[in-house]
């Protein structure tokens, strides 16, 4: 199964709104059964991208957000006993790599180490899925491709992809929209006009600025969006601001106090 985008698919697909060449560049890597790996920060597109292309391509996709607990055998499969016989129940991964489609590993740098190893087979020319529970080795089926996510901001040193997984992948940086772009995508998934989106927008800029500093993270355009959609509805612009874009931020009562005056700067 070659790149080329399916138009059905292309009309049905989730809305992204395209901040450079990623969708060309992971048409082309799909074409050519490469890898992908998507690095940046929590909340800015990464997901709804991967579900726009995997429509726009025609395959089926399988999302695995990534835990602490997550293991390779909840990728891969395990026996499992059904109506008093024990019997064989693959994973997504497993799925995806008998069908053909799209696995997202979510976040895979939150994942056990045991899923890394997992994976190395899969993202080369082998295209392999050794199952050591059932002796087989599967491999890929036609259209089965591998993505992966992680925030390159946001790790410790307990929590970082190695660079030879990292190596593997074709990547692409993603980050926050520019504002130009990321008030029609507010606008859009919030039912809120323009006009009332922009400050919004303008403060979520201005809580970025702030990361590293009193915020360990900036501020994500789905918590832009969750303002957003609370103001369409009716709640106060205040209060739908303090709920969906700074509670979420912080705990520290004099750091909200301080993200509070921010607040009453940008609206007045």
């Known amino acids: ?6 138009l ?8 992204y709104l395209p901040q450079s060449d ?3 560049i992971f048409a082309a890597a799909a074409a050519h059964d490469l890898p992908v790996l998507l690095k940046g920060p929590t909340g800015c597109g990464k997901t709804r991208f991967v579900a726009h292309m995997a429509a726009r391509l025609g395959r089926p996709l399988y999302t695995v957000a990534c835990h602490d607990d997550l293991s390779a055998a909840d990728l891969i499969g395990r026996y499992l006993l059904k109506g008093g016989e024990t019997v064989w129940v693959d994973g997504p991964l497993t799925r995806a790599v008998r069908e053909g489609a799209i696995c997202y590993l979510d976040e895979v740098v939150e994942a056990r180490r045991d899923v890394t190893v997992v ?16 002796g087989e080795e599967l491999e890929a089926a036609p259209g089965f491709l591998l993505v992966a996510s992680y925030n390159p901001g946001y790790q410790n040193i307990m929590k970082t992809l190695k660079p030879s997984t990292r190596q593997r992948f074709v990547s692409l940086e993603f980050n926050f929209p520019k504002m130009e772009h990321e008030i029609p995508v507010v606008a859009r998934e919030s039912g809120l006009d323009e ?11 201005k809580l970025r600025a702030m990361k590293g500093q009193d915020l360990e993270e900036g501020v994500s355009t789905r918590l832009v ?3 957003a959609t609370l103001i369409a509805g009716g709640m106060a612009i205040e209060r739908a601001i303090q709920t969906a874009m700074i509670e979420p931020l912080a705990d520290d009562a004099d750091v ?5 005056d921010l607040v009453t700067a940008v609206f007045g």
């Open 256 to 260: 909200k106090a301080g993200l509070r």
């Open 225 to 227: 969006v969750y303002a």
């Open 22 to 24: 990623e969708c060309d």
């Open 195 to 205: 006009d009332r989106v922009k400050p919004l927008v303008r403060l979520a800029n």
């Open 1 to 6: 199964m070659d790149g080329t985008l399916n």
């Open 119 to 134: 994976l190395h087979p899969l993202t080369d020319d082998r295209r392999i899925l050794p199952i050591d529970r059932t």
């Open 8 to 15: 059905k698919g292309a009309a049905d697909a989730p809305f």
